[in-house]
């Protein structure tokens, strides 16, 4: 059974940074996509950045020059380093994979950017 489990989400000050972690087991599981999304109180489910399998990475307008994704395939993990944090940030973010067509989530964690 594939698992998708999220860490390193919490309170931060508005310019402070966050780096989320997402490890996939078992260690067998590969997945062509991982990416990152983000859902805000009241509004829907948006992608935050992409690493699709030999093409290039994407990233939301919003997070463009802020957000790094990166992604280490021994550890099959792939990670989220936030930097500049805004209050617009403050929302669950959850981590996506997909392998042979088919697309799995972590639980999510929360991101709360708050003086």
């Known amino acids: 059974q594939v698992q998708l489990v999220e860490s390193g989400g919490g309170l931060v000050q508005p310019g402070g940074s966050l780096r989320l972690s997402c490890a996939a087991s078992?260690?067998?599981?590969?997945?062509?996509?991982m990416a990152w999304y983000r859902q805000a109180p009241g509004k829907q489910r948006e992608l935050v950045a992409g690493?699709?399998?030999?093409?290039?990475?994407n990233y939301a307008d919003s997070v463009k020059g802020r957000f790094t994704i990166s992604r280490d395939n021994a550890k099959n993990t792939v990670y989220l380093q936030m930097n500049n944090l805004q209050p617009d940030d403050t929302a669950v973010y959850y981590c996506?994979?997909?392998?042979?067509?088919?697309?799995?989530w972590g639980q999510g964690t929360q991101v709360t950017v708050s003086s």
């Open positions: 690493m699709p399998s030999g093409r290039n990475i």
């Open positions: 078992p260690s067998t599981f590969s997945a062509n996509t």
């Open positions: 996506n994979a997909v392998s042979v067509g088919v697309r799995y």
